[in-house]
């Protein structure tokens, strides 16, 4: 279906993190911010002011060196200030844009983002549209789902990222309008490069036999399982080297404790700080498989870099992950909490030369996660 044929050209604001902040959710505004204006529509980007204070964010900056090129991005959001939610929702009113889409992963900033919502809504004309990374935090907090319901009443429709998220929201606010569309690929990373090149550029050895852990560790993401797995008496002598490429939310020494405990001091190497995005194509095409060991989860942005840069990937079967990585052809599916699983996987990967045939497949598979479907999707459930 060609948008502009059907609906015309739309004044559109995406709210939500941009740069000067640094993440997925971030590049993930961006990038549909592009796509949109690419598509004829007028569409202006909206970050924050003040995003995380520092007691809730735990890492080293939450500021990105990377400006997206010609895309003008405004800063107005204060995330903790009642009094610039009310000048900012007033502002957005005035404006009378045709959508206004929230990205939203955290009912921290739900008050904000509600509030600024229920504003715009007054002038009888915007359309409010969430795109649903999460509906529940990874980690909850005491109030989480006050918050959420909050944001969730000021919407008009919502995209989710995976089809357990629509089932979520489904069940915790029945009535409200959702497409579930896939994760578009992260293509703003650039092209892939030779494993060659990306290994010289790491200091890899060019036969290393390497799985990549890449992005964020927190611990519902698995680290711990991912080393247990590598340590399974299964994996002797498979020489695989585990490189962790990505900053530590929590203690990086119980990770060094245990990497010790396991007798894994040599098959692991970790690059534990933020990864810049031109040096990301380079983590992705030096490995051979990019395992996401999740205890809990319900999309990831990490499976579409895999995608982009056409990986095989090693995922747990929690929320939407076997949703976007078919079993047995471009990697593999194990159940979570089960290091032996992964050993299992990571031994026929090696043992059985996978890596080739997932390598094709994922080049086929990525055509399925598209931006002009997102924005697509976005336009339908607004009824734009």
């Not at 964010?57 to 204060?78: A, E, M, N, V």
């Not at 915007?126 to 109030?143: A, D, K, S, Y």
């Not at 009535?175 to 010289?200: C, I, M, S, W």
Request: aromatic share 12%; charged share 15%; net charge positive.
């Amino acid at each position: 279906m060609n948008i502009q044929a059907n609906l015309g050209s739309k004044k559109i604001a995406v709210l939500g993190p941009a740069y000067p902040y640094r993440g997925g959710i971030a590049s993930f505004s961006e990038r549909l911010a592009t796509t949109l204006t690419e598509q004829g529509h007028r569409a202006n980007l909206y970050t924050f002011t003040f995003q995380y204070p520092n007691w809730i964010f735990p890492g080293s900056t939450q500021y990105s060196q990377d400006p997206p090129p010609h895309l003008p991005i405004k800063r107005l959001f204060h995330s903790m200030n009642p009094l610039n939610w009310v000048m900012a929702g007033r502002q957005l009113q005035k404006a009378r844009y045709n959508l206004a889409i929230w990205q939203f992963w955290m009912p921290y900033l739900a008050p904000c983002m509600g509030t600024i919502n229920h504003l715009i809504a007054r002038n009888n004309h915007t359309r409010l549209v969430g795109i649903l990374h999460n509906l529940h935090p990874h980690e909850p907090r005491p109030g989480d789902a006050l918050f959420t319901r909050y944001f969730i009443n000021s919407c008009h429709a919502f995209v989710t990222l995976s089809g357990s998220v629509k089932q979520e929201l489904a069940d915790f606010a029945p009535g409200k309008k959702a497409l579930f569309v896939p994760h578009p690929v992260y293509d703003n990373f650039g092209e892939k490069v030779t494993k060659t090149e990306a290994r010289q550029r790491l200091n890899l050895l060019p036969d290393a036999r390497v799985v990549l852990f890449f992005g964020l560790v927190r611990p519902y993401k698995g680290l711990d399982l991912l080393l247990h797995a590598l340590a399974h008496p299964k994996l002797n002598g498979q020489q695989i080297t585990l490189l962790i490429a990505g900053e530590f939310y929590e203690d990086y020494r119980q990770y060094q404790n245990l990497i010790s405990q396991l007798n894994l001091t040599d098959q692991t190497i970790i690059v534990p700080h933020f990864i810049a995005n031109d040096e990301v194509k380079y983590y992705f095409c030096a490995a051979d498989i990019i395992a996401q060991p999740y205890r809990s989860g319900t999309q990831s942005g990490i499976s579409q870099m895999a995608y982009q840069f056409e990986r095989p990937m090693l995922v747990t079967d929690v929320g939407g992950l076997a949703e976007i990585v078919p079993h047995g052809k471009v990697g593999y599916v194990v159940p979570p909490e089960n290091p032996d699983a992964i050993a299992n996987a990571l031994f026929d990967f090696y043992q059985n030369n996978r890596e080739a045939s997932f390598a094709h497949e994922t080049a086929l598979q990525k055509h399925r996660f598209s931006w002009e479907a997102m924005a697509q999707a976005v336009l339908q459930v607004a009824n734009c």
